[in-house]
């Protein structure tokens, strides 16, 4: 597997009218889009560096991934997320290793990466992400 | 301020032997240093994707801003690290925005860097550092 850069971090906000202008009118980042990812629960903003992106990820409601995280943590960094040349040969060479993937096959996330998440234990407790561009 | 892209994710770890093999080996990011921060009380293991870097965070005793942080979160994302351009300017129009910074002035960080940190409450739970380049 190769590591191509980070390509992203999620962050978990409880209100992306709230939190968004900080990334992107005091640190100035450039906006990217504004997406909701139904079958995650979850409405991502995304803000583009040019190295690497920041993710704000609201939850649709409580019954969700995000909703549960702020819930039982509160808001901060949810996930790290990589880019990959080749998903499919990432996930059979974390299997390999014993990694703990979530999936067996990558799913679409937003703007239609190939995904798969790695669970913390495997990690030392990072929720790890990795993708592969569409 | 420019923002120039991710420098680096720092992951508090309770144990840098424990789980750097996951980073340098299993996902083979280049590993580029090992370096104690004095100071800082912590000792940082640093790998590089060539698009930003994780760096691993392992306290040098308990009452040091990680060891604390251990304590009270627990292993996982402990600041997310953005490249600017000057970093003087950027606290300059940081603290005209009321965005609530560290410190006056930089201090030296990893890597012979010139950094700042920003509370989370100015961000939406995230500690952000801004770096310069030395």
New interface residues.
Partial sequence: ??????EH?G????DIA??AP?WRH????SHRSTEVVADQGVTTDIYD????KVE?LEATGPDTPIGKYLEKR????HH?C??VDNITEAIK??KE?N?QVLSDKPTVGAEGFKVVFIH?K?????LVELAEKP
């Fill in positions: 597997m190769k590591i191509l850069g980070i971090i962050i978990a906000v409880k709230n939190d900080f005091i640190l100035n980042i560096t040019g190295q690497g704000l509160g808001p901060g960094v790290v990589f880019e060479e974390l290793s990694i913390p495997s990690t030392g407790g990072v």
